[in-house]
Nanobody
Framework: VQLEESGGGLVQPGGSLRLSCAAS????????MSWYRQAPGKERELVAL????????TYADSVKGRFLISRDNAKNTVYLQMNSLKPEDTAVYYC??????WGKGTLVTVSS
């Protein structure tokens, strides 16, 4: 199982970023996928989850209405569209699959 995140970077408050997680080594369409984040000095937290077909999603209250999780099972990729970014969204964002499989993370910094 391999999960590789990309798309992080520095963005101003109010800006947008789209994260991608390319998955390999397993039957991607058979697994729910999640995004987590860990801010400096804080515990890792669930940001969003998407079911196998993409028909159902769940979000942390702190990102509802601003973030959108999606997936493309043909490309074995899960996305996190992040809009109206705030400084408190600054964190390392991780892709996760059940069974304790994590990517290495991608850093998102929201700052002016």
């Amino acid at each position: 199982v391999q999960l590789e995140e990309s798309g992080g970077g520095l963005v101003q408050p109010g800006g947008s970023l789209r994260l991608s997680c390319a998955a390999s080594g397993f039957s991607f369409s058979s697994y729910h996928m999640s995004w987590y984040r860990q801010a400096p000095g804080k515990e890792r937290e669930l940001v969003a989850l998407i079911t196998t077909s993409g028909g159902s999603t769940t979000y942390a209250d702190s990102v509802k209405g601003r973030f959108l999780i999606s997936r493309d099972n043909a490309k074995n990729t899960v996305y996190l569209q992040m809009n109206s970014l705030k400084p408190e969204d600054t964190a390392v964002y991780y892709c996760y699959r059940r069974g304790n499989f994590w990517g290495k993370g991608t850093l998102v910094t929201v700052s002016s």
